[in-house]
Nanobody, 114 residues
Framework: QVQLVESGGGLVQPGGSLRLSCAAS????????MSWYRQAPGKQRELVARITGGGFTNYADSVKGRFTISRDNANYMVYLQMNSLKPEDTAVYYC????????WGQGTQVTVSS
Protein backbone atom coordinates (compact mmCIF):
# COMPACT_ATOMS: atom_id res chain seq x y z
CA GLN A 1 0.00 0.00 0.00
CA VAL A 2 1.08 3.59 -0.55
CA GLN A 3 2.91 5.28 2.29
CA LEU A 4 4.57 8.66 2.71
CA VAL A 5 6.25 9.04 6.08
CA GLU A 6 7.74 12.38 7.08
CA SER A 7 10.40 12.85 9.73
CA GLY A 8 12.87 15.46 10.92
CA GLY A 9 10.58 18.10 12.34
CA GLY A 10 11.09 19.70 15.71
CA LEU A 11 11.78 22.89 17.61
CA VAL A 12 14.52 25.17 16.32
CA GLN A 13 15.61 28.72 17.09
CA PRO A 14 15.27 31.48 14.50
CA GLY A 15 18.19 31.34 12.10
CA GLY A 16 18.60 27.62 12.61
CA SER A 17 18.31 24.69 10.21
CA LEU A 18 16.32 21.50 9.89
CA ARG A 19 16.25 18.74 7.32
CA LEU A 20 12.94 17.03 6.65
CA SER A 21 12.78 13.58 5.11
CA CYS A 22 9.93 11.75 3.41
CA ALA A 23 10.13 8.01 2.90
CA ALA A 24 7.88 6.76 0.10
CA SER A 25 6.66 3.27 -0.74
CA UNK A 26 3.95 1.49 -2.70
CA UNK A 27 4.14 3.42 -5.99
CA UNK A 28 6.56 4.12 -8.85
CA UNK A 29 8.43 6.89 -7.09
CA UNK A 30 10.51 8.15 -10.03
CA UNK A 31 7.37 8.84 -12.08
CA UNK A 32 5.89 11.15 -9.48
CA UNK A 33 6.51 14.79 -8.79
CA MET A 34 7.19 15.21 -5.08
CA SER A 35 6.29 18.28 -3.10
CA TRP A 36 6.46 19.71 0.38
CA TYR A 37 3.46 21.66 1.60
CA ARG A 38 2.90 23.35 4.93
CA GLN A 39 -0.07 24.47 6.97
CA ALA A 40 0.15 26.96 9.80
CA PRO A 41 -2.65 27.28 12.38
CA GLY A 42 -5.63 29.12 10.92
CA LYS A 43 -4.11 29.22 7.43
CA GLN A 44 -4.57 27.27 4.22
CA ARG A 45 -2.13 24.60 3.21
CA GLU A 46 0.46 26.05 0.82
CA LEU A 47 3.08 24.72 -1.54
CA VAL A 48 6.63 25.13 -0.26
CA ALA A 49 8.70 23.32 -2.89
CA ARG A 50 8.27 20.80 -5.70
CA ILE A 51 10.62 18.53 -7.59
CA THR A 52 9.79 16.52 -10.71
CA GLY A 53 11.00 13.01 -11.37
CA GLY A 54 13.71 14.52 -13.57
CA GLY A 55 14.86 16.90 -10.86
CA PHE A 56 13.31 20.19 -11.94
CA THR A 57 12.44 22.32 -8.91
CA ASN A 58 10.29 25.27 -7.98
CA TYR A 59 9.80 27.10 -4.70
CA ALA A 60 7.43 29.44 -2.97
CA ASP A 61 8.79 32.98 -3.02
CA SER A 62 8.85 33.00 0.78
CA VAL A 63 11.44 30.21 0.94
CA LYS A 64 13.59 30.84 -2.14
CA GLY A 65 17.25 30.95 -1.26
CA ARG A 66 16.64 29.35 2.16
CA PHE A 67 15.08 25.94 1.41
CA THR A 68 16.29 23.22 -0.94
CA ILE A 69 14.27 20.24 -2.10
CA SER A 70 16.00 17.10 -3.33
CA ARG A 71 15.17 13.49 -4.05
CA ASP A 72 16.82 10.08 -4.15
CA ASN A 73 14.94 7.98 -6.67
CA ALA A 74 16.93 4.85 -5.88
CA ASN A 75 15.87 4.94 -2.23
CA TYR A 76 12.41 6.45 -2.61
CA MET A 77 13.28 9.50 -0.51
CA VAL A 78 12.62 13.22 -0.77
CA TYR A 79 14.22 15.87 1.43
CA LEU A 80 13.70 19.47 2.38
CA GLN A 81 16.75 21.28 3.71
CA MET A 82 15.57 24.37 5.58
CA ASN A 83 18.10 27.06 6.50
CA SER A 84 17.76 30.50 8.05
CA LEU A 85 14.46 29.49 9.58
CA LYS A 86 12.02 32.19 10.66
CA PRO A 87 9.12 32.09 13.11
CA GLU A 88 6.74 32.37 10.14
CA ASP A 89 8.03 29.01 8.90
CA THR A 90 6.28 27.37 11.85
CA ALA A 91 3.75 24.88 10.47
CA VAL A 92 2.98 21.25 9.92
CA TYR A 93 4.95 20.15 6.86
CA TYR A 94 3.46 17.54 4.53
CA CYS A 95 4.99 15.41 1.81
CA UNK A 96 2.90 14.95 -1.34
CA UNK A 97 3.26 12.76 -4.43
CA UNK A 98 1.55 13.63 -7.73
CA UNK A 99 1.17 11.88 -11.03
CA UNK A 100 -1.53 9.38 -11.82
CA UNK A 101 -2.79 9.76 -8.26
CA UNK A 102 -2.13 12.13 -5.40
CA UNK A 103 -0.84 10.91 -2.07
CA TRP A 104 -0.19 12.74 1.20
CA GLY A 105 1.87 11.98 4.25
CA GLN A 106 0.70 12.52 7.82
CA GLY A 107 2.84 15.61 8.42
CA THR A 108 5.63 16.64 10.74
CA GLN A 109 5.59 19.68 13.02
CA VAL A 110 8.20 22.40 12.59
CA THR A 111 8.32 25.10 15.25
CA VAL A 112 10.67 28.05 14.96
CA SER A 113 10.86 29.92 18.24
CA SER A 114 13.34 31.33 20.70
Amino acid sequence: QVQLVESGGGLVQPGGSLRLSCAASGFTFSSYAMSWYRQAPGKQRELVARITGGGFTNYADSVKGRFTISRDNANYMVYLQMNSLKPEDTAVYYCRADWFNTYWGQGTQVTVSS
